[in-house]
C-alpha cells in the first residue's frame, strides 16, 4: 500500500496531534494552502488547548484517526509539534490507517508518527514541514510540492545548490529511511512503538539540547543496540544544540565523532531537514541509497503512487 | 550477597564515574569525611576532566572496578553525578562486581549503577548523598551513617520530623525498592540495563525538567509497561521542575495525577531524597513495604551485614 500523490484542488486535513499552535498562525497557515489551491479540511480539535497539549487525548486520537477514515480527506498536514504525540499512540488503530493510506506530513514531535505507520501500517510518510508557518518559505514549499505530487517515481535528493551535505564516512549503502527528532526516537526505545533501525539508514535531528543531552540520547541508542544494525547515518540540523562554553562541554561535533563516524558506517551530514529553513521533505519508510562519496540522497522507489 | 556494614576507621574509595567535579569540593569533602573517621582511598581518575565526563570511559571504568576488586576498600562513594555513569555500563564486570558487594553511594546521574547492580550483582545499593559536599548537611549525614552502620536489622525510613511524608493514594504494598533520577531511569529503557519494576515499588526524583518533560519521561515508562507492573510509588523531590507560566503548561501535580495517582497504587510523595536537602538514604533492591496510611517506608531485610 502507498499514498496517493497530492494533486492541485485536493483536500488537506489539519491536525493539532500534539502542542497548540497559535490561532493566528493557523489561519495564516491556512489562508496560505488556499492560495496555492488545496482545500481544507479542519480537525475538530484544530484549535484545543490543555496547558502544553492541544487538548485531551481522547479528542486528539479522535481528530487523527477521522482524518484517516473521512473519504474527502486527501492528505494530512501537521500544524504543530511540540510535546503529546506519544500520549496517544496507545488511542490508534494502525489497522484502519493501513487500510486508508495518506500522506502524512510533520517533524519534531511528528516523528514518532512517521516512524509508527511507516512500521506498522506500511506505508511511506513524510518528514517535512508543519502546516501552520513553515511552508511559506520557497525552498521548503519547493520540496514539499515536488515531493508529494511527484514523488511516483524514483527520484535523487540533494540539499539546496548552496548549501553542502558533508560526506563524513565515506561510502554507499541502501536502506529505509527511518528517524527525525532524536528526543523522540530516544523516548520511545523499550516501548511497543520503538524505532526499527535494523538495515534501515538514520536520520537524526534536533533542537535545543545541550550537548550532554544529544551524548545521553545517542548513548541510549548505542546501549539499545540500533546503532550497530543501521546501515548509515543522515545527519540534519542539530540547531542550538552547542554551548560557547567548550571548556565545560564536548562539542557537537566530538560527541557526532565518537558516537556515530566511530561506527564507520556510510554518513552524511548537514541534510536540509529540521528545525532550521529550508526544511527538504525527506520520506520515512522509503527505500533509499546514500551515496557518501557524491553527497546523494537517492530515493529508490516511489513515494506516493 | 550483602555488602558489609560501614564501621569508622573504614576505608572509602572515592570515584567519579560521571563528571567532574571541582578538586577543592573534592578536598573538602574528603577532609569532612577524615574528620568523621574514615580513611580515604582516591581512585586514579578522581580529579580527571575530558569535557562534561571525568575522564575518558575507560579510566572511569578502571576506577570503578578497581573500587570493586580492592581489598582494602569497604565502601564506595560517589563524588558526583552529572552525566556519564551509562557510557561506562558496557565496559563493567558484573561478575567480579558480584562476588565483592560493597556499600556504593551516590544519586543522579548515579542511578544508572544502583539499579543496574542491584539487578545484575544482586545486592543491595544506596540512593544518597555524593562524597563531595552532600554530607556536610547533618540530616544527610545522619541517615548515612545510620543506614549504612546500623541496617543490619529490618528499619522505619521517615522523612525528618518537621517535614511530611504524604499518602497520595492509600494503602499498603510490599516489593524491592527500584528507581532514582527519572531522566535516567528512561534513558536506559530498551536496553539491556532497563530498570525492572516488576512487584517493585518505583521510587522517582529529578531536578530542573519542564513539566512537559516530566510527562514525556513518564509516558515513556507508561508505554513500556514499567509503571502498571509496579505495585507502588515514592515520589521524591521535584526540584526546579515548576514553570511559573501555568497557562503554556500543565502542573507539576496534574502530571503526577494523570500519568501516577490514575493508576490507584499506593504512593507516597515528598520523600526527602534527590536533589533537595535533606537527603535521605534509600537502599535500593531492598524488600520493603510503604504504609500509605501513616506514612511510613519499613524495610524489611537486613541491607548490610
Known sequence: ??????????TIGLI???????????????????????????????????GYLAGSDKDRAEDFM????????DMILCVRGGYGSMRILPLLDFKIIKHNPKILVGFSDITIFLNVIASKSGFITFHGPMG?????????????????????RPYKLLN??????????????????????????????????????????????????????????????????????????????FTDCSLSNYERSLTLNEIIKDRILSLNKPTLSNFMSGHDYPKLTLPIGAKARIDCYRGEINILEAVVI
Chains 1, 2 share one sequence.
Open 132 to 152: 501552520s508557518s513553515n511552508l511559506q518559505d520557497t525552498e521548503t514549499l519547493k520540496s514539499f510540492l515536488s515531493t508529494l505530487m511527484n514523488g511516483y
Open 66 to 73: 477521522n482524518m484517516f477514515s473521512d473519504k474527502e480527506v
Open 160 to 237: 539546496p545548490s548552496n548549501i553542502n551535505l558533508n560526506c563524513n564516512i565515506r561510502g554507499i549503502t541502501e536502506g529505509k529511511i527511518v528517524g527525525g527528532n532524536l528526543s523522540l526516537i530516544s523516548a520511545t526505545l523499550g516501548t511497543p512503538y520503538e524505532i526499527d533501525t535494523e538495515d534501515n539508514i538514520l536520520f537524526i535531528e534536533d533542537v535545543g539540547e545541550q550537548p550532554y543531552a544529544i551524548d545521553r540520547m545517542l548513548t541510549h541508542l548505542h546501549l539499545a543496540g540500533k546503532l550497530k544494525k543501521c546501515h548509515g547515518f543522515i545527519l540534519g540540523q
Open 1 to 10: 500500500m502507498i499514498a496517493k500523490r497530492l494533486k492541485f484542488g485536493d
Open 16 to 50: 493539532s496531534p500534539a502542542s497548540p499552535e497559535d490561532p493566528d498562525k493557523i489561519k495564516q497557515g491556512i489562508e496560505f494552502l488556499k492560495s496555492q489551491g488545496f482545500k481544507i479540511k479542519e480537525g475538530n480539535h484544530l484549535y484545543d488547548r490543555w
